[in-house]
Each structure stands twice: as C-alpha cells, then as structure tokens.
C-alpha cells in the first residue's frame, strides 16, 4: 500500500475529505482550516494563536471548559481520544481517534470545536497563558531579530507581522471581537478539509460525515486573499544580535536566510540536500568549525524559503571563516552538480524504506493539499524527485540562493 495515498471526495457543504484505507481498528480523524499565522488581520499579529486558546472555552452544546486537559479526559471518557489543536503558519488543526462506533460522536465534537465556538469568555486567562508561553520558548532578543527579519524581506506587506508571540502592547490589544471576526472570515466548511485513515471503507463514512457536516443556512463567504508580494532583496541585509556589549558569549549563531517566489516543491528539496552534504563536509568536517550544519525549507503559495544555521565558538575570526566557506560552495555550482545524483538517490531511497508513521503521512497530505491543492503520493513525490536536473538546481541557486539575496543573522549565545 501507498503510505501517501488518500483518496478525495467533496460533499456538498463544500468540504473535502480525504480517506485512506489501513489495517488499524479505529478511525484517526483530522480536520484543518486554511486559516494560520500567515492570515492574522494587519496590525492584529497572534490573533490566529489567540483563537486557537478560545475555541475550547465552549463550542456547541458541549458543556463548558476551563482547561484543554478537562476536555480531553470528557472525551476520553466517552472512549475518544481528542488531540489537542494547533494552529501553525498556514493551518489550524484538531483531531481525534475513535473506533468506528464513536465515530459520529468524535466527528460532531470536533466540528463543534472547530465550527461552534461560543467565543464569549476567557480573553484575559488566555492572554496571560500565550504571554507566559511566548516568555518561556523565545527570548525578547529572538524576537526582535525575527521581526527585523520579516520586515527585511516583506517590507509593508502584511506578511511582515506575522507571527503568534507579540509583544505586550499588541498582545493585550487583542478583543473577542478581533477573534470572532477573524473565525467568521477564516473558519467556513468551505475552507476546511478532513482526513480519515482507517480500515472502515468510505461507504460506511460517507452519510455519518454527510450527516455531521451539513450546511442548514449557507452564508455567503469568499476565501480570503493575501495581498500580492513583491519581493526584493532584504534591506537591511544583515542583523548583529549581542548579549554584551563587549561580545563575551561563549558561541555565535550564524543564519542565512533566503525568501524567493515559489519554487518547484522537488528542485527545493533536491538543492536542500546538495547543500546539506556540503556545508557539513566543509564548515564541519574539514574547518571543524561547528558541531552541525542545520538546514530547512518551507513552501507557502506566495513564497518559498530556505535557511542554514551553524553555531561557532565566540569569535568573529569564526565568524569570517564561516561566511567565507558557505559563500565560497553557494558560488561554485559545482560541488551541487557532482553530487546531486547520488543525493537524489540516497533521498528516494530513504523515502521508499522509510516506515512512515500516520503522522507523517498527515504531514504531508498537509503540506501538499496546502501548497498545492491535493495529495500526491509516495510513488507521485518520488517520480518528482528524479525529475530533476542539474539545470533545475542550478537556476534556483544562481537565481535566488546567493549572498547578495540573503538575510544574514549573527546572533551571540547567551
């Protein structure tokens, strides 16, 4: 079987399930809005963070709750394991497993949470909680270095605010207003897909999904539109973060960050993996410079990005023997051509050998329903993957990935 493969149907409501047949005897249910990060109202950043917090204070006829935890063990209780929400850059999430005889109940309660929230109470406990998990995951440093990266590349573009952590001021600005009208715009079946993965065939799914996520009184409703995006090299073009004046931290963060319109899904992946090999054979095993180079992408419908990150000891001889080796492999292709056959070998390899766990697999029916509008499957990416060329990977690098287009972040440890 085809980890990767859903099968898709679209009801009438507008919403779109994807169903995968597998040997386990319960029924794994997600549901996902096309609502994240990336559509927080201008000058309302964490609101798409905020609303995630208020979706269980109540929803539906369900009774009220005052923790996340006091809804899961109600659920339990009635043998549902509810998976608690999430809310990322382009996406908002919540999920549950069930065996096929709680399934209606476990499909009605996530569409209530999802699509019934009462959104009347709990504002100040839940501003509090977001400001204590902003203050205990990132510092007011990384924060700062984060937004003047944003602002580099997306200038006055909404874009450039985004983000779940704001600061005070903007933070407790935040009203049930700003949230229910951010869920009347975002939150419509028609914006939301379900992913259903277990051994009960789509016939026998298909009227309790009908049933649970019918439309009684359609309202008009639009997807929302993110304005156009320009880019244009960052500016400014690099960012010196210290912890003290006289640069006493015992390690240096070196990051480059490259923004660019979108790219194609496998040469993205494909140079990824040539860099990867190539900046952990020269910065790590021939400089010794760092312990290991850290490489991601990520791809959106407006842009696409790809960043590296070492760590150096303190010393900004290091620092200049780094930058010099990372700009010295991004401007001879020729390391890339070398080894990308072998690279795009070893990757289907690890891809076809790969066990590929169900959260996996709704990663990325995820990311390919977001980026592109539907799955593919493992045979589908892999075919992809050796599609490209030498030609593919060299136009993205010369185009795009290069010194002057970078974003570079020198930030102390602290």
Known sequence: MDPFAFKQHSLKSGLRVFHQ????????????????????PEGKPGIAHLTEHLLFRGFGDYPQMDDILDLVYWAAERDIIFVTPLVGHHTTQVGCRAEFRMIEQALRLIHAFMFLPHLDTGLEHELKVIQRERDEKITKRLRDAEKKRLKAFFGSHPLSQTGRFPEDK???????????????RMFDIRNANLALIGDTPWGKLRPIVKRVFQVKRRRAWSAPKIPQLKLKPPKPRKNIVLCDDDGSGETIDINYHWIMPPQDRFALVALQECLDTLFNKVLRDELKLCYEVDM???????????SVSITVDSSFANVERARQAIHGILKDGSGIVDILPAEIHKHCLDLRLDIHEIEDVLDELMTSVTRIGCPL?????????????ENDVLKIL?????????????????
């Open 377 to 389: 499957s493992l045979k589908e990416i892999i075919a992809g993957i050796r599609a490209v060329t």
């Open 21 to 40: 047949r597998r040997d386990i005897p319960w029924v794994l249910c997600l549901l996902w809005v096309n609502a994240g990060e990336i559509d927080d």
């Open 170 to 184: 903007l933070l407790f600005s935040s009203t049930l207003d700003d949230v229910r009208r951010y869920h009347t």
């Open 398 to 414: 010369r185009n795009h990935i290069t010194p002057r287009l970078a974003f570079v972040e020198i930030v102390e440890g602290e």
């Open 296 to 306: 991601t992408y990520d791809m959106t419908p407006l842009y696409s990005e790809l």
